[in-house]
């Protein structure tokens, strides 16, 4: 199994930026790709963006050109670089590890509130 952290949540202004941060431990040699989906409320959760261990990404097409996801292997951490950020960005922010031959990671999910 694998245990995933998130912290980096918070209030932000429309147009502003925030990072959240995954750290990963337990058995992390049998991840093959870390991301991001998030939940708003009565909406059903989504992809935002996941890095595959070749260091390919995925992005939705709502956060494209404003989103960065990256991972440094050597800290087992993920990160979420959200810029531009709008109000239709707030949600609950989950971590997600995918695993080879078990079931996702997860994390307990960080809020993010874009507001004035």
């Known amino acids: 199994q694998v245990q995933l952290v998130e912290s980096g949540g918070g209030l932000v202004q429309p147009g502003g930026s925030l990072r959240l941060s995954c750290a990963a431990s337990?058995?992390?040699?049998?991840?093959?790709?870390m991301g991001w989906y998030r939940q708003a409320p009565g909406k059903q959760r989504e992809l935002v963006g996941t890095?595959?261990?070749?260091?390919?990404?995925m992005y939705a097409d709502s956060v494209k050109g404003r989103f960065t996801v990256s991972r440094d292997n050597a800290k087992n951490t993920v990160y979420l670089q959200m810029n531009s950020l709008k109000p239709e960005d707030t949600a609950a922010y989950y971590c997600?590890?995918?695993?080879?031959?078990?079931?996702?990671?997860w994390g307990r999910g960080t809020q993010v509130t874009v507001s004035s």
């Open positions: 997600n590890a995918k695993l080879y031959g078990s079931t996702d990671g």
């Open positions: 890095v595959i261990n070749a260091g390919s990404t």
């Open positions: 337990g058995s992390i040699f049998s991840i093959y790709a």
